[in-house]
């Protein structure tokens, strides 16, 4: 079984948990982990599961098999000599995957004993190219210290964080916290287990970006995207976040300048000729026949234009478009944003320079003399 991880920013799935399900009485994952732990089964069912799941993965069409795939893997089984031995690598390689595909979810649930042992394997396997993330984080009694000790890319909170937090404080304190240590190691905080809007509309105010949950989509056999119901909402929930989050704040729109911007069909050609002829031009932005922008083409990178470039409506607030510019990746961080109307039409771009610049005046305005 798939169940989606969305960023709640722009609605993108950036990967899927695959979920293992038994056969009758053996349906629920506890109870059939738990008996193979019991009979000492635990790497034979691991590996039948991982086997069984690559299986299903390498008949999924290309762009379904791009995001990655979140895969449970218990401390024994990657402590396993036999996980390290290559074999793994292998299995991956006869379905047509790489470690890239993959990132291993060490659930905290049984955790490390041994500290300088898991520091080494998820430095081992982050060479590979896997990806690492701690799982139920927030369930069992030395989660800190497994987290010190991987140094994953993806934190998990466990469901129970999750719960009902909009109705007690403390979890609520709590998650910020963990918010705020996520972005200063540049980690990605997952929320799992989101069951109602009342939680997911906490967890957006408390800086969670990325969930997981019924909510946003129950799991099934193949890998699905939320259903538009939930995208049209979460669409409003991020406009009642971001826009004017205070009576001082001012909008994107009064900073945007129309630059210069071109059919999504022209050639890399043809851009490195506009380039050329233009020395001052710094970027253009690739437009469709409504208007609505396609990509962002940056004079250094004219053979590889991006996609997926930060969007935003005009009436963002300014200091809230300054923390999502920082929170791109390190090759497009100083890239310029691009503006439309509230329909999605282009207005403009806005660069990074007179971001920080209004920004600090903001801040500085709002400073206690």
């Known amino acids: 079984m798939f169940q989606p991880i969305v960023d709640l920013r722009h609605g993108e799935v950036i990967g899927h948990e695959v979920l293992s399900r038994g056969p009758g009485e053996w349906r629920e994952p506890h109870v059939l982990f738990t008996q193979a ?26 762009e379904q098999r791009r995001a990655p795939f979140f895969f449970n893997v218990s401390p024994d089984v990657l402590s396993d000599p036999r996980f390290g031995d290559g074999s793994t690598v292998e299995l991956l390689a006869r379905y047509g995957l790489n470690p890239r595909h993959l990132v291993l979810e060490i659930t905290e649930k049984a955790a490390f004993e041994d500290t300088e042992l898991i520091q080494r394997l998820t430095r081992q396997y982050a060479a590979q190219g896997f990806g690492i993330a701690l799982d139920d984080f927030g369930a069992g009694h030395s989660g800190l210290v497994t987290l010190v000790y991987s140094a994953p890319q993806f934190i998990k909170l466990d469901q129970a964080l999750v719960r009902n937090i909009h109705r007690h404080s403390y979890p609520q304190h709590l998650v910020k ?45 193949v890998p699905v995207r939320p259903a538009g119901d939930f995208e049209e909402r979460r669409h409003q929930a991020m406009r009642a976040l971001d826009f004017r989050e205070g009576e001082h704040d001012e909008t994107v729109g009064s900073m945007v300048i129309r630059r210069m911007c071109v059919d999504v069909s022209m ?12 020395p001052q031009l710094g970027h253009v932005v690739l437009l469709d026949d409504s208007e609505r922008p396609q990509a962002l083409v940056m004079r250094q990178r004219t053979a590889t234009p991006d996609r997926n470039p930060l969007v935003v409506e005009e009436r963002l607030a300014i200091t809230t478009l300054a923390r999502l510019a920082m929170k791109r990746t390190p090759e497009c961080l100083y890239d310029p944003v691009v503006v439309t109307d509230a329909q999605g039409r282009f207005l403009g771009t806005v660069t990074m320079k007179q971001l920080i610049h209004r920004s600090t005046e903001l801040l500085e305005q709002r400073a206690p003399r």
């Open 177 to 221: 916290s963990l918010v705020d240590f996520a972005r200063s190691v540049d980690a990605v905080l997952i929320a799992e287990g989101v069951e109602t809007w009342d939680e997911l509309a906490v967890l957006l105010r408390l800086g969670i970006r990325h969930v997981q949950g019924y909510l946003v989509a129950r799991p099934a056999s």
């Open 37 to 62: 732990r019991a009979e000492g089964f635990t790497w034979e069912l691991e590996r039948a599961c991982w086997t069984s799941a690559l299986r299903c993965i390498s008949t999924l069409p290309d």
């Open 267 to 278: 050639t890399a050609r043809e851009l490195d000729g506009l380039f050329q002829q233009a």
